[in-house]
């Protein structure tokens, strides 16, 4: 069993940024591909980026595409996001996501995520 933290998030004015961070245990974790994930109030669950197994490929969703970066760290076991330029549009609640032996884009899917984070607040101010 996996279990996924996450840390980083709070309240920044427009053009701020952010780095979210996901500490993983349970499992090994170079057998995951990681993601993030956000919903905002009264909306679905979307897709933000995605970095595979061995940190060859990323992907992300054209709306955070030149603003947001995924990456992760072997050593500590953990995936960040970093949030640069933040917008309005970007406050939601974010998820931290590790689906086992999957690609980045199998990671874009909800239903194939095996395991979620709890969430983490990112509100932007305008």
């Known amino acids: 069993q996996v279990q996924l933290v996450e840390s980083g998030g709070g309240t920044v004015q427009a053009g701020e940024s952010l780095t979210l961070s996901c500490a993983a245990s349970?499992?090994?974790?170079?057998?995951?591909?990681m993601a993030w994930f956000r919903q905002a109030p009264g909306k679905e669950r979307e897709f933000v980026a995605a970095?595979?197994?061995?940190?060859?490929?990323?992907t992300y969703a054209d709306s955070v595409k030149g603003r947001f970066t995924i990456s992760r760290d072997y050593a500590k076991n953990s995936v960040f996001l970093q949030m640069n330029n933040l917008q309005f549009e970007d406050t939601a609640v974010y998820y931290c996501?590790?689906?086992?032996?999957?690609?980045?884009?199998?990671?874009?899917?909800?239903?194939?995520?095996?395991?979620w984070g709890q969430g983490t607040q990112v509100t932007v101010s305008s």
């Open positions: 970095i595979d197994r061995t940190s060859a490929r990323t």
């Open positions: 349970g499992g090994t974790f170079t057998n995951y591909g």
């Open positions: 996501a590790a689906g086992y032996m999957k690609t980045t884009q199998a990671m874009g899917v909800r239903s194939t995520i095996d395991y």
